[in-house]
């Protein structure tokens, strides 16, 4: 079944960015998709977005549903009919909603584990934590900030804007396995601006059973807030 186009707001979004081993994340990628590469280091990490009012197009305000989520991002690159791709492969997604944990691969793409989030924001200060049953989490601690850390493998925010902004498609496993199903973020306008990072714990990017030590580094954090944007559904993938 295509899942419809989904809309609403991006009340905020925090990108959680790592630069890891290419050859660590070629073996962890499913075919057909392969890692995207900046200054021959793969990019992955963790989306952290609360989204209010969202719902099929077509449907009134007010029957929209609000909620924080989690997704763990690999930026990539694949063939499809000749033509070199771009996106993001999400082998993983969060969410505080048991709406979207049901409506997984029917109303929102891929599969959607419930999670218990907690979320503390105030005067540009974010602490964000979540745990799904399975003891899946992630915590975090960052504040706002006008300085682009020179650790970063992106020469400016400017740079890492651009990257995140292509890669703008996303792929989840389907339910029924060996098939990912595809969903396109189009945005009414594309602002982003630096978190300094003072913690940050992951399970899936500590877990080095598939990041062997040495094979991963925390980059940069990325803020945005108030976007109004749309979901349309692209063709699945299979392998």
Not at 50 to 67: A, E, T, V
Not at 136 to 143: M, R
Not at 204 to 229: C, K, Q
């Amino acid at each position: 079944m295509k899942i419809p186009t989904i809309i609403g707001t991006i009340d905020r979004r925090i990108l959680i960015n790592y630069q890891a081993d290419k050859d660590t994340i070629e073996k962890f990628l499913p075919t057909p998709f392969r890692p995207k590469l900046v200054k021959g280091k793969a990019i992955v990490g963790i989306c952290l977005i609360r989204l209010k009012n969202i719902r099929p197009k077509g449907i009134p305000f007010n029957i929209g549903i609000s909620s924080e989520n989690g997704a763990h991002r690999i930026a990539v690159e694949w063939t499809e009919a000749g033509e070199v791709k771009e996106g993001v492969y999400v082998p993983r997604r969060d969410t505080s909603s048991k709406l979207n944990s049901l409506a997984g691969g029917r109303v929102f793409p891929g599969v959607h584990h419930f999670a218990d989030f907690k979320v503390n924001e105030h005067n540009g200060l974010y602490n964000i934590e979540f745990e799904s049953e399975d003891g899946t989490y992630l915590k975090i601690s960052a504040e706002n900030t006008n300085e682009w850390s020179n650790k970063s493998v992106f020469d400016s925010q400017d740079c890492a804007s651009d990257f995140f902004r292509q890669g703008s498609i996303g792929y989840s496993p389907n339910k029924i396995g060996g098939t990912f199903d595809g969903l396109e973020l189009k945005t009414k306008k594309w602002e982003v601006s630096p978190l300094t990072v003072s913690k940050v714990k992951s399970s899936f990017f500590e877990n080095d059973s598939i990041f062997p030590e040495g094979t991963i580094t925390f980059d940069n954090a990325l803020l945005m807030r108030g976007i109004d944007h749309e979901w349309n559904s692209k063709n699945k993938i299979r392998q």
